[in-house]
């Protein structure tokens, strides 16, 4: 929803009905992730993209019914399905697209959820998209950290609901959550897609040098939130730094330690270490490594700055399992030199992690292209349907 946030506001304010087709759940090479959205406006305007043009026009036709009876609909499209070539899904991939009518009326608290977006609080939307009683399917509930408003539809769903998605709330992504038709846990029948925003993850690269440039530009290309941190306020100014969203002169260990404190570095959080100099290194990997919910901490320098800097962290009372956790030297191999080289590399390896690739290239590989699971696992074949339709 987030990517045609604007204009569903701008028609939900007009007291227009809206149409809204969201990817829901994917499996295999999908085109586009959880999340993704279509709208079907007033005059039959379409924004947006579900598929990235592979099956907008069907989903163009189920939001007409939609905008017609007010009825949601959940579709699956893929090569599994015999009219698959008819919607033009030839990606390989699957997905479960749910189509509903958004107006005042159908979803009131889309104001209040636009602006929790719009000024970067974490917010996120639970929304039934099955169940075996339709009078379910739409209700919704919407969470923050502290309060939620909305129901789903018994206290025990409610209860289930609302400390699942303040869990994915805590994490940052969007998911698909399964349950019993009364909220069980170990049941089937209930699927509530939960749509998450929360502010972009952080990129904090440590060390102001031309490499941190590069490494700034590239953060933010990828959408992250960049911090440069460095002791040194000769170096670490906003001149150098342009592409970075903030500079901060401070001892990286210290800023660091407050950030942790302060809850501001959360499991998407990635850190780059540039400085390769101990007196900086060491204090800030000593807490780094120490943090669990850290995604990445990747440390530059040479094989030789690298068996220092472990004998160095091995002498601080690091465990084994905490030096796993270090990529270093930092980055793919890709034979890289200049600063934007290094960049790219540092980058392929952040998302290598973040997905479970082998930084290998695709012509030397077979299977998925696109990795869904963290852990690098192979994707979960979609459950099978008997129809094409799943519910209307």
């Not at 304010?13 to 809206?18: M, P, Q, S, T, W």
């Not at 090479?29 to 079907?40: C, D, F, H, N, V």
């Not at 609901?161 to 994490?171: E, H, I, T």
């Given at each position: 929803m987030?990517?045609?946030?604007?204009?569903?506001?701008?028609?939900?304010?007009?007291?227009?009905?809206?149409?809204?087709?969201?990817?829901?759940?994917?499996?295999?090479?999908?085109?586009?992730?959880?999340?993704?959205?279509?709208?079907?406006?007033?005059g039959g305007q379409a924004v947006g993209s579900v598929s990235g043009?592979?099956?907008?026009?069907?989903?163009?036709?189920?939001?007409?019914?939609?905008?017609h009876d007010g009825t949601p609909q959940l579709h699956r499209y893929g090569v599994s399905d015999d009219d698959a070539m008819a919607v033009g899904l030839t990606c390989g991939g699957i997905l479960d697209i749910y189509v509903e009518k958004v107006s005042p009326t159908t979803f009131p608290e889309l104001e209040g959820v636009a602006e929790d977006i719009d000024g970067g609080r974490p917010v996120a939307v639970a929304t039934v998209v099955e169940h075996p009683d339709p009078a379910w399917v739409g209700r919704r509930m919407v969470v923050h950290h502290e309060d939620h408003s909305g129901a789903i539809g018994s206290d025990r769903a409610d209860a289930a609901?609302?400390?699942?998605?303040?869990?994915?709330?805590?994490?940052g992504h969007s998911e698909t959550l399964t349950y019993g038709p009364d909220g069980e846990r170990r049941g089937e029948g209930m699927?509530?897609?939960?749509?998450v925003y929360a502010p972009a993850p952080r990129m904090l690269v440590f060390g102001a040098i031309d490499f941190a440039a590069a490494c700034a530009r590239i953060g933010s290309f990828l959408g992250y939130e960049v911090t440069v941190c460095d002791a040194r306020p000769v170096f670490a100014?906003?001149?150098?730094?342009?592409?970075?969203?903030?500079?901060?002169v401070d001892w990286p260990h210290r800023y660091l330690t407050a950030q942790l404190e302060a809850g501001r570095i959360d499991s998407r959080?990635?850190?780059?270490?540039?400085?390769?100099?101990?007196?900086?290194?060491?204090?800030?990997?000593?807490?780094?490594?120490?943090?669990?919910?850290?995604a990445y901490v990747g440390a530059m320098g040479s094989r030789r700055t690298h068996?220092?800097?472990?004998?160095?962290?091995?002498?601080s009372g690091l465990t084994q399992e905490e030096l796993d956790r270090l990529s270093s030297p930092i980055g793919l191999d890709l034979g890289a030199r200049t600063p934007e080289e290094t960049a790219v590399s540092i980058a392929a390896e952040i998302i290598a992690h973040r997905w479970g690739g082998q930084g290998q290239p695709l012509t030397d590989t077979r299977g998925p292209i696109h990795h869904t699971n963290r852990d690098g696992a192979p994707d979960e074949e979609a459950p099978a349907l008997l129809d094409h339709q799943i519910m209307t």
């Open positions: 987030r990517d045609v946030l604007e204009e569903l506001v701008q028609w939900w304010r007009a007291g227009e009905d809206v149409a809204m087709g969201t990817v829901v759940a994917t499996w295999r090479s999908s085109p586009r992730g959880p999340g993704a959205s279509m709208l079907i406006g007033p043009g592979c099956v907008e026009g069907a989903v163009y036709e189920v939001g007409e019914e939609v905008l609901v609302l400390d699942d998605v303040r869990g994915l709330l805590a994490g699927r509530v897609f939960a749509a100014t906003r001149t150098r730094f342009p592409e970075a969203d903030e500079v901060v959080t990635v850190i780059c270490l540039l400085t390769h100099d101990p007196k900086f290194d060491v204090p800030l990997l000593e807490v780094a490594l120490r943090a669990p919910q850290v068996d220092d800097r472990m004998a160095r962290l091995r002498e």
